[in-house]
């Protein structure tokens, strides 16, 4: 069974930053994407980040390039772990910021139906 944990939200204020972890165990060998998405209150949830397993390549929302780095830090164990690296934070960025997992290829459009295991979600909140 896939399992999804993230960690590392928090507070901050416009300009500072924040970076978020995301924990992934249970069938690894199959993965090949792991995303980023975020939900605002009364707003649909939106790809923010995603990258490939083998680390070879990354997309981003326009909405967040230059300003993010979603990057693989371990494989070890069955478990993959993958960072979101949040610089010059935005009050728009406030938001639940989940990980999730596909078995599919990354692609630019970052859809989350692509993506069937989910975190709970952590929130991030950015004050002016």
């Known amino acids: 069974q896939v399992q999804v944990v993230e960690s590392g939200g928090g507070s901050v204020q416009a300009g500072g930053s924040l970076r978020l972890s995301c924990s992934a165990s249970g069938y690894t060998y199959s993965y090949n994407c792991i995303g980023w998405f975020r939900q605002a209150p009364g707003k649909e949830r939106e790809g923010v980040a995603s990258i490939y397993t083998s680390g070879t390549s990354t997309y981003y929302a326009d909405a967040v390039k230059g300003r993010f780095t979603v990057s693989q830090d371990s494989t070890k164990d069955d478990q993959f772990e993958v960072s979101l690296q949040m610089d010059s934070l935005k009050p728009e960025d406030t938001a639940v910021y989940y990980c999730?997992?596909?078995?599919?290829?990354?692609?630019?459009?970052?859809?989350?139906?692509?993506?069937?295991?989910w975190g709970q979600g952590t929130q991030v909140t950015v004050s002016s």
């Open positions: 999730a997992v596909s078995f599919l290829r990354c692609i630019p459009s970052i859809p989350s139906e692509d993506f069937p295991y």
